[in-house]
């Protein structure tokens, strides 16, 4: 690990990093056809499981294989009707857990006695409806802001339907392959796409803690990159990591403490710096 040291600024980002804060944002078109691809990629994962691969641990500790799976289905199901859509919906969480939790705990409650082929069937029954319902939502109505908890407070429905449930298949994709010891298939017009959008979100987020500073995540991996975050050329920490175990840390499957316990950062330039911003690496997913 490199020892903090002292680096010039000058005015302009450096030229061989993305400036993440410019990344385009997401349109609703390019929603369904990431999601698309996304749900097919999932499927693709699923499908080659068999025996005690449904019963392996997974980062999400309260979950196995399996349970991911179920919750899966569950949450295309939610949009594949809006009867299910508003019964989940509906669902209370216990004291102290989020609103999120509650509708969890419902899909896997409603799942408990189904097998993997047939989560895997329902899976490919509803994805594809859900993502068609999402994609047909009026104008008005995804713009419409809602209350969503924290870390979020409200936010428009699109943020959720067009954003969040992509991601939530792509981070449980991960949590499979990783369980598993089955390869993460990625690719820099897929993946790199949704990782870069993670970075553009996370560069609004850290807008006020960087101070007029500027940092660099150097992620290795088809679908990373070299992404700068702030306005200043010469960052003040430069943060190596691969691509994977960032999206870990961005969603809290992983502390920034353990990243370095486990070697899985790499920081040049401020290391107390480098620190704060890690432990602040943290969006929605």
């Not at 936010?155 to 010891?181: M, N």
Request: a neutral charge.
């Amino acid at each position: 690990m490199a020892q903090a040291q002292s680096l010039t600024h000058s005015p302009h980002p450096q030229a061989d990093a993305i400036d993440a804060g410019q990344i385009p944002a997401l349109t609703h078109q390019e929603a369904g056809s990431l999601a698309r691809d996304e749900l097919n990629r999932f499927l693709a994962v699923v499908e080659s499981l068999s025996g005690d691969d449904w019963q392996q641990p997974t980062d999400c500790t309260k979950w196995t294989v399996r349970d991911i799976l179920a919750h899966q289905a569950g949450s295309y199901a939610s949009f594949a009707g809006w009867k299910e859509f508003r019964r989940q919906m509906s669902a209370k969480p216990d004291p102290g857990q989020m609103f999120v939790d509650g509708i969890n705990a419902r899909q896997l409650a409603d799942r408990a006695g189904r097998s993997p082929a047939e989560l895997i069937a329902e899976l490919r029954r509803v994805g594809p409806k859900a993502i068609q319902t999402r994609q047909r939502l009026p104008w008005l109505l995804r713009k419409l802001r809602l209350p969503m908890g924290p870390p979020l407070g409200t936010a428009p429905l699109e943020y959720l339907t067009d954003l969040i449930y992509i991601r939530d298949t792509w981070i449980h994709r991960v949590d499979i392959c990783r369980a598993t010891g089955q390869p993460f298939i990625q690719t820099p017009e897929h993946d790199g796409r949704i990782v870069a959008l993670a970075l553009r979100e996370l560069a609004h987020k850290l807008a006020g803690p960087l101070r007029g500073q500027s940092v660099i995540f150097d992620l290795a991996g088809q679908a990373g990159g070299r992404f700068q975050i702030g306005k200043i050329a010469e960052p003040t920490a430069v943060i190596k990591m691969d691509v994977l175990q960032f999206n870990r840390l961005a969603s809290e499957r992983l502390s920034a403490a353990d990243a370095e316990a486990q070697s899985l950062v790499n920081i040049s330039g401020d290391l107390n710096f480098a620190r704060q911003i890690l432990a602040q690496t943290v969006i929605p997913f």
